[in-house]
């Protein structure tokens, strides 16, 4: 039986290697982007107490109501934003299925979808599922700026999408108002619309402040703007995210979300509803990880890597050009052999796996996790 394959290009996701690389060899795992502390125990009392109190069936098909009208009071609170509960919030099973579900609902076979480079890896397989034609820009190195002449060239007649993620895995660069600006001169007047994917909307450092699509109207009108619940609240392993959009967007939305999932983890929604009146914990997120990523720029100043700026996310961009010219891909690999460590290479975010010498580490781990790892990296 001959089997044609929809992805034949596609392998395994670079996470799932990397994991199992550092799990194989017992190496500290940096690559895949997950905590290694534990959730807040208030919270895993909560998804207790919904679970031996019979809520364990089906949720709404939108997401159970507590938490879509959280969500709505948040998104009010944070960007002055006002979505319908009913009408305009969906919960969805992690924000991979929500960039799925936005992106087989708008696009077609032959649309053009601008994706920026470095990219996370989920676009570019969804895009082409659904018949859609990825066009790359790329993010400018080493200070991953974006030239946004070279996105207004990129667009055409068939663009239908332009995707977006800022506070950005994997370079942690995030937009200023400029960028905001340049954006609204680019897609006014034009049929384009916006997924903007803002997992990290909550960890962004240095006093930055969170440029989400959501806090301009004439964005947001034509924005599918998604979020995660696992990287706020340390739960990657839960999967539930959510998807705001306008009305008419949202339709489309459920529609291929009724399909793709149905509906998502219930005892888990009524959980983060409830942990969510405790406004602190996504408030003081961002100075949580920037005590994180500055130590582990201190435990490694005296390494032969380079930092590059990081303003927010939980990955940190090393150059390790003083070491190796090794391919990223290949260093990588020998760093977690031989070394001990595990990193992402993030030639894999290319569609032409461009290559800059530069590894990517997560720190969303215990400082004495960083310690072991900064110990191994000061010794190449
Ligand atoms: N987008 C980006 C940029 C991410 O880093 C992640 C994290 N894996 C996701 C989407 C997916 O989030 P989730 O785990 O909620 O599916
Ligand atoms: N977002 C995480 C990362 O970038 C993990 C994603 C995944 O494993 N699918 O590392």
Redesign the pocket.
Same mark, same amino acid.
């Given at each position: 039986m001959k089997i044609h394959s929809k992805l034949p290009d596609v392998g395994v996701t670079i996470?799932t290697v990397m994991s199992k690389l550092s799990n194989d060899q017992n190496a500290i795992n940096l690559s895949q982007?997950f905590p290694d502390f534990d959730v807040h125990p208030d919270l895993l009392a909560l998804v207790e107490k919904y679970m031996r109190s019979g809520y364990n069936q089906y949720a709404p098909m939108q997401g159970v109501p507590a938490l879509r009208e959280r969500i709505s009071e948040k998104v009010l609170e944070l960007y002055n934003a006002a979505y319908d509960p009913a009408s305009e919030i969906t919960v969805t099973s &992690?924000?991979?299925?929500a960039?799925f579900a936005s992106i087989s609902a708008v696009v077609k076979k032959g649309d053009e979808v601008i994706v920026l480079e470095p990219a996370?890896d989920?676009y570019v397989p969804a895009i082409e599922l659904n018949g859609g034609i990825p066009v790359f820009v790329k993010y400018k190195f080493p200070d991953y700026s974006i030239d946004w002449d070279d996105v207004k060239k990129a667009l055409s007649t068939k663009t239908r999408l332009i995707i977006l993620?800022s506070p950005?895995?994997p370079t942690g660069a995030v937009f200023s108002g400029e960028d905001i600006d340049a954006l609204k001169n680019i897609v006014r007047n034009t049929n384009v619309l916006i997924l903007s994917?803002e997992?990290?909307e909550h960890i962004i450092f240095d006093g930055l402040k969170h440029e989400s699509m959501s806090l301009y109207p004439e964005l947001a009108e034509r924005s599918f703007v998604?979020s995660?619940?696992?990287?706020t609240y340390h739960t990657?392993g839960w999967?539930? &995210?959510y998807c705001l959009a306008p009305a008419n967007l949202s339709v489309e939305f459920q529609k291929v979300h009724q399909f793709l999932t149905f509906a998502s983890n219930t005892p888990i929604q009524y959980a983060y509803a409830e942990f969510m009146q405790n406004k602190d914990v996504y408030l003081n997120l961002s100075a949580f990880y920037q005590k994180k990523r500055d130590k582990f720029l201190t435990l490694i100043k005296r390494s032969r890597f380079k930092a590059l700026p990081c303003h927010g996310?939980y990955f940190q961009m090393l150059d390790y050009s003083a070491i190796s010219h090794e391919p990223d891909v290949e260093f990588s690999r020998r760093l977690t052999m031989e070394h001990g460590v595990a990193s992402i290479p993030p030639s894999v975010f290319y569609h032409h796996q461009d290559d800059h010498k530069v590894l990517r580490f997560c720190f969303a781990k215990k400082d004495e996790t960083l310690e072991k790892a900064a110990e191994k990296l000061c010794e190449i």
């Open positions: 996470f982007g &992690g924000a991979t299925e960039l996370f989920s993620n950005n895995n994917d997992v990290y998604i995660s619940f696992g990287k990657t999967k539930i &995210g996310t």
